[in-house]
């Protein structure tokens, strides 16, 4: 006899597309017994999301609800407050599954110059003389497959020669780029910050799967760089994958903070922005030594200007 009181075999999905400035709307509207909601990005021209852009939006239940009740509701909603749902609402019938297993079997490695990036159970793939990067908990940005993340990585093994001993990583996301540093450079001292708590809390988990003795610590957007802990100290190299607006408004403490042999990495913004950060660089001595252009995401190797 099947026990009553187990869990069901199967899961129900309500899903749809809609804008991302109508995300917390409908997260309102449904109530707090559903088993879950999945809320993600499908089409974005910059990396912080913008309310023009696309999103996805699941919600699943434990039991079957009434499908017609449910969509009248939701469409009444919409009406109501002047939202939008593009295309269809849908609704599917999901099998039992194992699904951290088969979320694990979508991940697939990357390889990106010298390094393998990977969850832990592809890591035993990591080919001889690769240098291996775990990223175990992906709820901030930073997975290796986006252009300027990618961009970054291969400047900064570019530059594998050159004996820093101190590296700043801004803007660290789920710390791709300090556990990168700290591949390269395994005797420096590394700082990384963000102004995401979330991202902190993903890249000090993600640490642990990475062996790495780095300084993640949370930073405020309107707060100067110059941590009290830094006791002014100049870095060696300088990473920053961000946008082009604070990539702007921080560089001149962003070039207070590099040595005068320094080097200074700079990412997350695209070709039409890049006049606007190169100027603001120079205008506080540095000049741009290489540019690198993926799908129109720009990278710059840049260094301090020797008269």
Not at 8 to 16: G, R
Not at 86 to 110: A, C, H, M, R, T
């Amino acid at each position: 006899m099947d026990n009553p009181f187990s869990q069901s075999k199967l899961m129900y999905k309500l899903y749809f597309t809609t804008l991302y400035k109508h995300i917390n709307f409908f997260e309102n509207f449904f109530p707090e017994d559903v088993l879950g909601i999945s809320m993600f990005e499908i089409d974005s021209k910059t990396i912080e999301a913008e309310d023009s852009d696309i999103w996805g939006f699941e919600v699943y239940y434990g039991e079957n609800p009434i499908k017609s009740f449910l969509i009248k509701n939701l469409q009444n909603f919409v009406s109501e407050n002047n939202l939008e749902i593009i295309g269809d609402i849908n609704f599917v019938i999901i099998e039992d599954k194992d699904w951290v297993s088969e979320y694990q079997k979508q991940l697939v490695p990357i390889c990106i110059g010298k390094f393998f990036i990977s969850t832990l159970s592809h890591s035993h793939q990591c080919p001889p003389n690769f240098l291996p990067i775990i990223l175990e908990a992906s709820r901030a940005f930073g997975t290796g497959d986006h252009p300027t993340t990618s961009g970054c990585l291969e400047l900064m093994e570019e530059l594998s020669s050159f004996d820093f001993k101190r590296i700043y990583d801004l803007g660290t996301g789920s710390g791709i780029l300090s556990f990168a540093a700290a591949k390269i450079w395994s005797q420096a001292e590394i700082w990384a910050c963000d102004i995401e708590e979330t991202s902190i809390e993903v890249a000090k988990i993600n640490q642990e799967f990475n062996d790495s003795k780095i300084n993640f610590y949370k930073n405020y957007s309107d707060a100067s760089l110059n941590n009290p802990d830094f006791q002014n100290k100049k870095f060696d190299l300088i990473v920053s994958n961000i946008l082009s607006g604070p990539l702007v408004k921080l560089a001149p403490s962003i070039c207070l903070l590099l040595n005068r042999t320094g080097k200074l990495i700079l990412s997350g913004f695209l070709d039409y922005q890049m006049n606007d950060v190169i100027d603001a660089y120079k205008e506080n001595g540095l000049e741009v030594k290489k540019i690198i252009n993926k799908n129109s995401w720009i990278t710059i190797l840049a260094k301090v200007k020797i008269n």
